[in-house]
């Protein structure tokens, strides 16, 4: 039947990110918008885990595929689409911050 003795996905599947199962690197932008003071700085270290991975990418990739990889349409679309994505979830979390202090009437929202 393929699936290992124990109750789970079948053998060799990676069992975590499932539907029910969040992983860490989908909350951590959100979670850098919930620490931030200002928007600013929540939208860029939400969006820093990205730049990071898309360097590191850019420069390992440079010698196998070429130096203007990420420059290409189709690629150039899909790298501004994840900072993009990164950078709403770090607004989420300064929104959902902001919102939360305003709901419990504490004096300091939004900038120090």
Known sequence: SGRCPRRGPPCGAASSGSAGE???GQNAPAGAGVRARRW???VLLAT???WLD???????AAARIGPFYLAQEPHASGAV???ELFAALGALGWLARTGLL???N???VGRP
């Open 22 to 24: 969040p992983r860490v």
């Open 40 to 42: 600013q700085i929540a």
């Open 48 to 50: 820093l885990p990205a």
């Open 54 to 60: 898309l360097g590191a990418f850019a420069v390992a």
């Open 81 to 83: 689409g994840t900072l």
């Open 102 to 104: 305003m709901a419990l």
């Open 106 to 108: 504490r004096p300091k």
